[in-house]
């Protein structure tokens, strides 16, 4: 076990783990830290406690000092400077005529390093563009290309429930999300509706898959033959999570269906497969391009 501090350096960004180097941290302080980027300026999330040696990256790390009022006017200034550099960067790209999208630009603390961060359909020749930004800050540049869903994670916005999106208010990584969640949650497949902003499947698909997936294993299927307390019948609609199905009795005449939980009826035979999985087939080739 190791005794470590968690520090986040973007809000709703990854958390790192330090060695506190018996400095006494509260939550919400800054402290200046060395990373594989260089020295840097985070927010303690977590304070002082145990986790285990496999959750560490080697060697951890310890925290260099509490941040002091100049190292937090030196992070404005950071910011000031980062702003600066992104009109210039969008210059040089439009002089390179370069098929890229600026999001981002971010000062190391030391300002050792700038980091512009950009998306592309394609990989983007940027060399020339390299010599120019470096011509201009002389100071190590990356630039470094990003997918659709860390744009939205950095550029933030409401999804469609009209609040804040997950991925730039709470979640720290992204889960892969796959079409097969949408039917399994009865969703409707139109991409309109089950995709983000980023254009992506919603991370929210996410959330209750478990549960679907328990209730899945334990609930008969549309079209399965079931015995009911009034006899056998077909399964015709399935409400998951209510736990509900309504069957039509093999030896009822009337047109209405008659609704059960599932705890009182038992699977007779359950539904063939095939047509189940050429539709899944249809679907994922029509809808793909959503999952990331």
Same mark, same amino acid.
């Given at each position: ?44 999330? @977590? ?49 390179? @005529?370069?098929?890229?999208?600026? +999001? ?15 998306? !592309? ?30 744009? !939205? ?28 969640? !949408? ?35 334990? +609930?008969?299927?549309?079209? !399965? ?68």
């Amino acid at each position: 076990m190791a005794s470590v501090i968690g520090v986040r350096f973007r809000y709703a960004g990854k958390i790192y783990y330090f060695d506190p180097a018996g400095i006494d941290l509260n939550l919400g302080e800054k402290v200046i830290v060395e990373t594989a980027r260089g020295v840097e300026c985070g927010e303690v999330v @977590n304070t002082l406690k145990e986790v285990d040696d496999s959750e560490v990256v080697a060697p951890l790390k310890k925290v260099m000092r509490k941040a002091t009022e100049e190292d937090l006017k030196q992070v404005e200034e950071n910011r000031r400077k980062a702003k600066e550099a992104f009109g210039i960067c969008l210059e040089k790209i439009k002089k390179h @005529n370069l098929e890229m999208k600026l +999001i981002d630009v971010e000062y190391t603390f030391d300002n050792n390093k700038i980091l512009f961060y950009f998306t !592309a359909d394609g990989r983007v020749d940027f060399r020339e563009l390299v010599k120019d930004l470096a011509a201009v800050f002389r100071t190590r540049i990356e630039l470094r290309q990003i997918g659709v869903r860390d744009e !939205a994670k950095m550029m933030g916005g409401l999804g469609i429930c009209g609040r804040c999106l997950c991925c730039s208010c709470h979640l720290t990584e992204f889960h892969p999300v796959s079409i097969k969640m !949408a039917k399994e949650q009865s969703l409707s497949l139109n991409p309109t509706k089950i995709s983000g902003i980023c254009g992506r499947l919603m991370c929210c698909l996410k959330y209750e898959q478990e549960a679907y997936e328990d209730l899945i294993k334990r +609930i008969p299927k549309v079209n !399965a033959l079931v015995q009911t307390p009034d006899g056998p019948g077909t399964v015709m609609y399935v409400s998951l999570l209510e736990e509900k199905v309504k069957v039509k009795l093999d030896n009822d005449n009337e047109p209405d269906l008659k609704e059960y939980h599932a705890s009182e009826i038992q699977l007779i035979k359950d539904v063939e497969k095939g047509t189940d999985e050429e539709e899944e087939e249809i679907d994922i080739e029509l809808l793909k391009q959503l999952e990331d």
